[in-house]
């Protein structure tokens, strides 16, 4: 779930907390037009300011994923020349399962050759003895 950046909410735009000298809020329609027009205004630049602010956020989220994209493109396109190069005839290409039997057999090969070294040394450390 997204977090908010920003809080936009409407502003009041006829209300006045202050009256003029006579008590009144408002001298006449005119005078109340031109009031929310400006209030209008400046909630429409307000809004417009958020709006540029999001637009840059994303334009740099944008950049960021084409430079990786593009970095990747890069990447799959070494890898597609090397592979292209290989000649598979000479190559062995091996499935999953065969790589694993292969590495199963050096890991046992590997176990053997260990087991081996600590018997000779066994062997050596009981003729010292004796």
């Keep these: 779930m997204p977090f908010a950046k920003r809080i936009v909410e409407p502003q009041l735009l006829c209300r006045h907390q202050i009256p003029n000298d006579e008590g009144l809020l408002f001298e006449d329609l005119c005078a109340i037009s031109n009031v929310v027009l400006s209030r209008t205004l400046r909630q429409l630049s307000d809004l417009a300011r958020h709006a540029c602010s999001l637009f840059q956020e994303l334009e740099n989220d944008i950049i960021s994923t084409n430079q990786r994209v593009w970095v990747l ?36 090969r590997r176990g053997e050759e260990r087991r081996g070294e600590e018997r000779r040394g066994e062997e050596r450390r009981g003729g010292m003895e004796g």
């Design 73 to 108: 493109q890069n990447k799959i396109g070494q890898i597609q020349q090397t592979a292209s190069a290989l000649d598979p005839k000479k190559e062995a290409v091996h499935t999953y399962e065969e790589r694993r039997v292969e590495e199963r057999r050096g890991e046992e």
